[in-house]
């Protein structure tokens, strides 16, 4: 089983601190690469990131995928449980509608939505995989999905999830280091619902807290940085080795509950993206989920812990 780290207030090792600065630094976007926002390859590689209704989604093992909780709807769950409250997690709770159901069990659907694989959301023909069941973390704006049947490998290739780290800055140094990139379903103005192209392209990494990951993702055609559709989307680092991994999933933007998350390690520019770390532990004085012990025993085949 992964280990799962909990995410401390900001608080770095003098030696963190200086690589931080130097990567903030360094990772500034040129303005060829803020500027970009490109339709990604239709690869099986690339297609891990797949169309959720209206939202963004990654496929994680060959029948299991990982989005934002909201973008999961109460009415698709088919679930009249109480809610659970969440007083210190209030914004993240209302958001994700969370069930006061066992997140350490699969739940099945009332209907079973599909997930879509392939770059271009205009194309009616891309090939799409129901969703059968779910589980989900309690006060914290994630979901897992399984699926009805496996995803053949010709059409996408998963990406594994960080769960933790082997050291105590092993997971801060690999976000400092990178390289990290965005890529998801956001739509331009104007574009109807569910009809988005992949795009994707640098990030720059702008701290944590106890709850979420914090990044400025690349600027759009349209100008933005993030737009709708973006809901879960990925945080993709890639490793030294050559392999892509997960860390976060995007939630929005601003420090959502920062009396119990705390504040970011530093101030993240406007427009910047709030990712729900895949790592993120228990948060002092909530029933909230240990997100990373729950991923390591809901998906062990997925997750992986850095040295």
Known sequence: MAQSLMMRTPSCSPHALVALIWALLQSLPTAAEANSSRLDVDSPSANAVAMLGGCSATLIAPDK?????HCFSIRTRG???EKTLCPKLSMQANMSKTPKLDPYTWHKTQFQPKLRFGAD???GDLPSFQISHFTMPLCGDMVLLRLSEPVPADIAIPIPI?????TENGLEIALIRGPLRHAGFGRANGEAKGKAQRSGGRVSYWGQNNCHLYALPPKRANGR??????SGAPLILRLSDGRDVIMGVMWGRGNPDGEACGLPSSIPPENHGSYTATFRGKVQGTQATDIGDWLSRMVPEA???LP
Request: aromatic residues 0%; without cysteine; charged residues 20%.
């Open 65 to 69: 995928a990982l989005a934002a909780a």
């Open 79 to 81: 679930m009249d449980a």
């Open 121 to 123: 959301g205009r194309d």
């Open 162 to 166: 960080i769960t933790g780290a082997g």
């Open 225 to 230: 940085r993030i737009n709708s559709g973006d």
């Open 303 to 305: 997750a992986i812990t």
